[in-house]
């Protein structure tokens, strides 16, 4: 379980809360939806979630571990065990769909395997059975640079379920994508959250949020402002949006 109490992010001369007060508890499986107007906190929230920006007040505990107390080891803790998905992901093109998986990035992998790109056989298979999962056993063969933006995507899902993610946090991961490959990314993490209790913490279109999420927190001025179970929203609801 990871719980989050009173996050408040705070920046800048006047010190705006950009982050206010932020209280949640969030269970494995869960495919949570963020939502809310442009500049209402939710990259920000996604950012201090990966400790890729700092808290300014409140705790954050993930499992029995206190993220902020513990220090280096709780930040490797997010860092081996959460994986960040990006809205282009990094995909080095040359690189088959299949190394993408097996070599991982930086910081998951250890710096003689990615220079030299050394496998064992239990990892192939590993690979493979993720690439299937995620519906590109076809693809495991081909250069990531000559990918859709949808299957590119899914390499990089696969990529980090490969390396150990038990959360996955995704800014926008289907802006530029045509909508039925942006579909097929969203439909393969909610069916990740049911098969792997994958947590999913992602910034997507409302119509995706609905049809999709097990949850949809709307923000609004760095505060929450609905946290609902998976479903259409309310007029009320959306007019907060
Ligand atoms: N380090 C910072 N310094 C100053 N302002 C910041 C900083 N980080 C975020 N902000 C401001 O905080 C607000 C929230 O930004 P954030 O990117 O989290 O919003 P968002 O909901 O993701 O927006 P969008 O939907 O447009 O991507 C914005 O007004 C942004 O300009």
Redo the contacts with the bound molecule.
Sequence with gaps: MIHVDHLT?I??EDR?R??DDISLEIQHGEMIA?V????????????CLAMR?TWSEGSFRVGDTDILKSGFSGKRKISREWSFLEQSPQLHPERTALKTVLIGQSGQTPVWRMLTGMVRSDDYMGAMDILETLGLLDKAHQKAGTLSGGERQRVAIARALAHGAKVVLA??PVTGLDPKSGEEVIKTLRALCTSERLTVIA?IPLELAERYATRIIG?QD?RISFDINGRRLTSAERRLL
């Design positions: 992010k920046v800048g705006t950009v982050l963020l809310g107007p442009s500049g209402s906190g939710k990259s920000t929230l996604l950012k920006e800014d926008e910034v923000l760095g």
